[in-house]
């Protein structure tokens, strides 16, 4: 896969003493196509990211590439290639949605046949073809949202970034948002790097996620490959119920395994931490006993878990 974003050791630093590191080392590859979730904490350093990537703020050491193109040297190349949400630069309020999405088309140098069928198409794709002439001012913060999606992609943009696309939003339009991300990415090949304190929404619409957490990348891939790092590290909560041997028996057993950490014999079952990969040896060991497994179920950890384990919470 053709890679469209990447950083090699991106850092950036605040401070007199350059004593805040906001980004530390960051190294990462997202592919042409993907949707990349960059989840973490407030103050992680995902905003300084993405501003670094398109070019707002100069890294303090390390390099990247957007588009193929230098975030430093080549900063106008990759403008024309990417939309940002938010625009950093304030709306008019009192021009209306169409008024001032036409703007953002002259600053793009659009033809003006095109750029009008361009509004308004994009501004319906948002789902603000009710206000296309309604004063930006008036507009609630889901609409400027909106808008701001419009607005990010007046240039037929290959490339996404979207800082919080859906925080401050209701939860029927962040999912109405999700949608929309997710079908640019798929009708149109839009890669898309988006930010979010939540796991439950990256899992949702991202190929990939990076976790990051004072300035560091922690992980980075599938929901179900942080979730492995997390069963790698901890184990896996197994319930497990046995017939033809009382629970006390086979928990005696199983505790004598190196691989299972803890026991639990209750009402429901028996409950046990094990490391991953355990499992036959479990069996194997309920049989030996003259046990018979009637039911052996590995907990599927919450997403949130996963997140608060790897940032170290
Ligand atoms: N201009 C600046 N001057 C000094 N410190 C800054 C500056 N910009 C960011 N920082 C610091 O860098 C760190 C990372 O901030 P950043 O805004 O990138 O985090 P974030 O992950 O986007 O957080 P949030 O989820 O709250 O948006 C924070 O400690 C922040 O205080
Ligand atoms: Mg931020």
Redesign the pocket.
């Known amino acids: 896969m053709e890679t469209m974003i990447e950083t090699d050791g991106l850092t950036?630093s605040?401070?007199k003493e350059n004593e805040?590191v906001?980004?530390d080392s960051l190294t990462l590859q997202v592919g042409a196509g993907e949707i990349f979730g960059f989840v973490?904490?407030?103050?992680?350093?995902?905003?300084?990211?993405?501003?670094m990537l398109i070019g707002l703020l100069e890294p303090s050491s390390g390099s990247g590439r957007v588009a193929g193109f230098d975030i430093v040297r080549e900063v106008i190349r990759i403008r024309e290639v990417t939309g940002v949400l938010p625009e950093p630069a304030g709306y008019y309020d009192n021009l209306t949605a169409r008024q001032n999405l036409r703007f953002y088309g002259k600053l793009y140098d659009i033809e003006e046949k095109d750029r009008e069928e361009r509004v308004v198409e994009l501004l319906k794709l948002v789902g603000l073809g009710h206000a296309i002439d309604q004063k930006i001012g008036g507009f609630s913060t889901g609409m400027l949202k909106r808008f701001g999606l419009a607005q990010a992609l007046i240039n037929e943009p290959s490339i996404l970034f979207l800082?919080?696309p859906t925080s401050g939003i209701d939860p029927l339009g962040a999912q109405e948002m999700r949608d929309l991300v997710s079908n640019l990415s798929r009708d149109r090949g839009v890669t898309v790097f988006l930010?979010s304190?939540s796991m439950t929404e990256v899992e949702e619409i991202c190929d990939r996620i990076g976790v990051?957490s004072k300035?560091r990348l922690i992980a980075v891939g599938t929901v179900e490959e942080l979730r492995d790092m997390v069963r790698e590290k901890e184990g896996v909560s197994y319930l497990l119920e046995v017939s033809g041997l009382a629970a006390k028996e086979v928990a005696l057993a199983l505790e004598r395994i190196g691989r299972v950490h803890s026991v639990e014999v209750s009402d429901g079952g028996i409950r046990l931490l094990a490391d991953k990969g355990a499992r036959m040896e479990i069996a194997e060991v309920v049989k030996r006993s003259g046990g018979a497994v009637t039911r052996f179920e590995g907990e599927r950890m919450d997403l949130q878990r996963v997140f608060l384990r790897l940032i170290g919470a």
């Open positions: 950036k605040f401070g805040i906001a980004v973490g904490p407030n103050g992680a350093g995902k905003t300084t990211t993405m501003k800082d919080e930010s304190h990051i300035g």
